[in-house]
């Protein structure tokens, strides 16, 4: 069972969690997915179909290791276009509740110059841990 960490006095954070504490289990390391297919073509150059496809492309590779979106722990989001993110903020919110539901694992935002995979325009990577069978 994983424990949501906020201190006392602390205003809650919106859409994510402050950490996240768990007591035993298999960690899963997801590395950074970007938003294109399993045969790594981009059908979109616009930021919530990308950041869709990157995190069904994160919760693939977590089923592969048996685990379901509840289990993932911690998600670091590179992005390149900090306006484009602010402007589709609800729209990601939509796309994470759908797959996530009301699951908010501790989060990071990190805006950068560039990402590797061009057209990519965000990178997830998270981290899971699984229960122990």
Not at 76 to 89: H, L, S
Request: charged content about 20%.
């Amino acid at each position: 069972m994983n424990v949501l960490l906020l201190p006392e006095g602390w205003a809650a954070p919106q859409g994510y969690s402050n950490g996240v504490e768990v007591a035993a289990g298999r960690i899963v390391f997801l590395a950074g997915q970007v938003g294109w297919d399993a045969q790594q073509r981009f059908h979109s150059t616009e930021l919530a179909p990308q950041f869709e496809q990157a995190l069904d492309n994160i919760l693939a590779v977590l089923a592969q290791a048996g685990g379901r979106p509840e289990h993932i722990c911690r998600v670091t989001a590179f992005c390149i276009d900090k306006p484009a993110y602010m402007a589709a903020r609800r729209e990601l919110g939509r796309i994470w509740r759908e797959r996530m539901g009301r699951h908010y694992p501790a989060m990071s935002m990190i805006f950068v110059a560039d990402l590797l995979d061009h057209p990519a325009k965000i990178e997830l990577e998270a981290t899971a841990v699984l229960p122990c069978s």
